[in-house]
Structures are given as structure tokens and as C-alpha cells.
């Protein structure tokens, strides 16, 4: 039972690059977030999938796209990557996205955009 | 509209000593509270929540956090503070609106010898 996976641990990107953050839960829960920590900010919602088929905006939501592929995986795409976009990028489950639940956070993924 | 505050940034015990980390929140509503950990290069870890059942919560690895609403307070304690307690700790609340996760901004903690 691996949890919630992430992958790459690491990238650079140059500024208009593109690439995607993947990551995959193994616990069967419905809802999968992802969220960017940026230095004593704490960590935001860019977007979030309450179930397998549906995807809505958090707070931060400009410049990404998300893809709830099936119940497992939930990847998160930087289409144009900008350096405002450097930042470490965590995704999260929980089971029903229902407010006393805990989520469950992956490793994360460190981006720098040059 | 729901915020938290965690007053200090950056707290230093030795270790042996206790530990406070205070988080205050603001909510028009009884809120959902949570204290994450998150150790360095390391995803965030649940430690505790509080969830409107008793006040007074314990969690993992002897930490423990009081919910007074009176105050609008959910701060963080552990008696006897490890090495291996050197790490960021966030505090939580849920949003009415949509109950997704508001986080504070976080406070580092260091440990001495």
C-alpha cells in the first residue's frame, strides 16, 4: 500500500515549456486535490476532483489544466510554464471530500522554471 | 470567510523542553481543525483534528490541541520536546463553502541538543 504517489520528485523547466505532474492514489478514495506550497504561504488549492469525472478551480487556479484520468490518478498540466510557477506541488486524497476528513498527501514534486 | 493565523513562524526549544505552537482561526461557523507536520523533503502528515466531539484532542507522537472557541484558538502542544519534532507544522481549517482545507502559513521548528 503505497499511499499517494508523485512523480518526478524534481524538474526544470525553461519558460514556455510544458509538462505534466502525475500522481496516483491506491486507497480508493473518491476525491484528489492538488495543491502548491510556496515560502510562508502555507499550501493553496489549484484544483481539485471531488470524484472520478468531475474537476473544479481552487484558489490558484491560472496556467494549469488538471485530468482525473480514472479513480486512481489525477495529473496536473502547466501548459506555458512561467518562473512564477517554481514551487513545490502537492497532491492530496481523501474518501469522500467530506470536511472532518483527512487528506493524505504524496511526497511532492520540487519545480523550478527558469 | 475562514483564515488561520499561526503566530509564530519559527519556534525554538531544546530538547526536553515543551513545545506551544499557536494557531488562531477565524469562522462564522464551528469549524473542522487539523495540525499537519511536515518533515523536511517530506509530504505533509496529519497529527490531530478536531471535529466538534471533545475539546481537548491527542495525536500522534504525544502531541496534543485544545479547541476554545471563546478564544477562536487551536494551539499545539507537547510536553517534552524530541530531535526528531524539528519540522514545519501547519495549522488547518475546513472551508463552510465548499469544505476544502485553508491552511496557515506555518510555523518551523527547531530542536536543540
Known amino acids: 500500500n503505497a499511499g499517494v504517489t508523485q512523480t518526478p520528485k524534481f524538474q526544470v523547466l525553461k519558460t514556455g515549456q510544458s509538462m505534466t505532474l502525475q500522481c496516483a492514489q491506491d486507497?480508493?478514495?473518491?476525491?484528489m486535490y492538488w495543491y502548491r506550497q510556496d515560502p510562508g504561504m502555507g499550501l493553496r488549492l489549484i484544483y481539485y476532483s471531488a470524484s472520478e469525472g468531475t474537476t473544479d478551480k481552487g484558489e490558484v487556479p491560472n496556467g494549469y489544466n488538471v485530468s482525473r484520468l480514472n479513480k486512481r490518478e489525477f495529473s496536473l498540466r502547466l501548459e506555458s510554464a512561467a518562473p512564477s510557477q517554481t514551487s513545490v506541488y502537492f497532491c492530496a486524497s481523501s474518501e469522500m471530500g467530506l470536511r472532518q476528513e483527512t487528506q493524505y498527501f504524496g511526497p511532492g514534486t520540487r519545480l523550478l522554471v527558469l | 470567510a475562514q483564515s488561520v493565523t499561526q503566530l509564530d513562524s519559527h519556534v525554538s526549544v531544546s530538547e526536553g523542553t515543551p513545545v506551544l505552537l499557536r494557531c488562531n482561526y477565524s469562522?462564522?461557523?464551528?469549524?473542522?481543525l487539523f495540525w499537519y507536520v511536515q518533515h523536511p523533503n517530506k509530504g505533509l502528515q496529519l497529527l490531530l483534528k478536531?471535529?466538534?466531539?471533545?475539546?481537548l484532542v491527542k495525536g500522534i507522537n504525544g502531541f496534543e490541541a485544545e479547541f476554545k472557541k471563546s478564544e477562536t484558538s487551536f494551539h499545539l502542544t507537547k510536553p517534552s520536546a524530541h530531535m526528531s519534532d524539528a519540522a514545519e507544522y501547519f495549522c488547518?481549517?475546513?472551508?463552510?463553502?465548499?469544505?476544502?482545507?485553508?491552511f496557515g502559513a506555518g510555523t518551523t521548528v527547531t530542536v536543540r541538543a
Open positions: 469562522s462564522s461557523y464551528s469549524p473542522s
Open positions: 478536531y471535529t466538534s466531539a471533545a475539546t
Open positions: 486507497m480508493n478514495h473518491n476525491s
Open positions: 488547518v481549517v475546513t472551508r463552510l463553502s465548499d469544505y476544502k482545507l485553508s
